[in-house]
Structures are given as structure tokens and as C-alpha cells.
């Protein structure tokens, strides 16, 4: 990235990968892996400046093996799928809950530009989000949530104001992000 604080030119990648035993009294014992990696970039296109996120994962089990909820994935919120309440799109129980799921895909696109020559820190930005996490691949449809922002630049970092439209939940969220998620 052309800078660790306020980037505009560039990329960030994670990837985390982890193996486990799990051992519950519902569910058979047995090995498990998960993976996981989320690729940001960040280019500038004719003045205006464009983010991209695309995020993976994936629980890897035999058969009849459970793994703890804690290392399952969910979707939704801020550096997620703007629109949502913080990680509600996941599977649901009989009962209503939210439960992880076994997949997670989440990606997002923004632009970004200057609202005004005489304020180049404060950014104006329009963004789409798309993702969920789900047990089965044939279950893993996207919920789309899109909206417009404010960026204020600041000497620290950048302080994000969003506001967001969830497609599946017909209502606006405000959304407020400090910092940039690697």
C-alpha cells in the first residue's frame, strides 16, 4: 500500500488456517479445519478512488463432527455487508437464533472523491456489499446492501459515516468505522 494509514494505491491480504479436535456430547468426535482470507485493494480511477474486498472461508469436517460456534462464520455489518446488523447473515436455529456457518463470502466496492477542493480530507463515497455465510453452498446467496458515505481523512486514520440499505431487510442502517480492517 502507498500508505499504512490512508491508502489509495494498493492491496492487503490475510489468510489464516487452523485444525482442531472437536469433542462434543450431541455430535461425533473428530478432526476439523478452517480457512480463511480476505484480499482489500485500493486504486485510483480518473480522480475518484475504488476499494475492493473479497472475502473467504470455509470449515472443513467429516461427516456427524460439530465444530464449536465460535469458529463457524457469520456476515453482516460494518467491514462485512453494510445494511445488516453486525453478523446476523447467517444460518438460524429452529427457534430464531443465529448460528455460524460452515461457508462465509462477503465482497464490496467503493468509490470515494473529494467533496470539495477546499476540503480534500473530507471524501464523499457510494459502495455495494454482498455476502452471507451459510452451511451449504446451495444456501449461500448473497444479501446486497448498498448506500453513500462520508470519509473524513483524518491525521490518524480515517473515520467512516455510512448509510446503508439492507435489500433483504428493507430498512436503512448508519454505519461508523474507524481505522482500516486488515
Known amino acids: 500500500m502507498d500508505s499504512v494509514l490512508l491508502p489509495t494505491t494498493g492491496y492487503t491480504l490475510s489468510a489464516q488456517f487452523g485444525s482442531g479436535l472437536a469433542d462434543g456430547s450431541a455430535t461425533r468426535r473428530g478432526v476439523f479445519g478452517r480457512a480463511y482470507g480476505r484480499l482489500t485493494m485500493y486504486w485510483p480511477v480518473g480522480g475518484w478512488y475504488t476499494q475492493g474486498r473479497l472475502e473467504l472461508g ?3 469436517t467429516p461427516a456427524g463432527v460439530q465444530v464449536p460456534d465460535s469458529l463457524r462464520f457469520r456476515a453482516g455489518g460494518d467491514n462485512s455487508v453494510r445494511g445488516y446488523a453486525y453478523r446476523t447473515l447467517a444460518p438460524s436455529t429452529p427457534d430464531g437464533g443465529i448460528t455460524g456457518g460452515r461457508m462465509l463470502f462477503t465482497t464490496s466496492v467503493e468509490v470515494a472523491h473529494p ?3 477546499s ?3 473530507v471524501w464523499g463515497a457510494l459502495f455495494v456489499d454482498a455476502g452471507r455465510a451459510a452451511d451449504k453452498i446451495s444456501e449461500l446467496k448473497p444479501a446486497l446492501g ?3 458515505g ?3 481523512r483524518s491525521p490518524v486514520g ?3 459515516v455510512d448509510w446503508a440499505w439492507g435489500q433483504e431487510d428493507h430498512r436503512g442502517r448508519i454505519h461508523l468505522n474507524v ?3 486488515f
Open 115 to 117: 467533496i470539495s477542493d
Open 150 to 152: 462520508v470519509r473524513w
Open 119 to 121: 476540503l480534500p480530507s
Open 146 to 148: 448498498y448506500g453513500l
Open 179 to 181: 481505522g482500516i480492517a
Open 158 to 160: 480515517p473515520l467512516a
Open 58 to 60: 470455509k470449515v472443513l
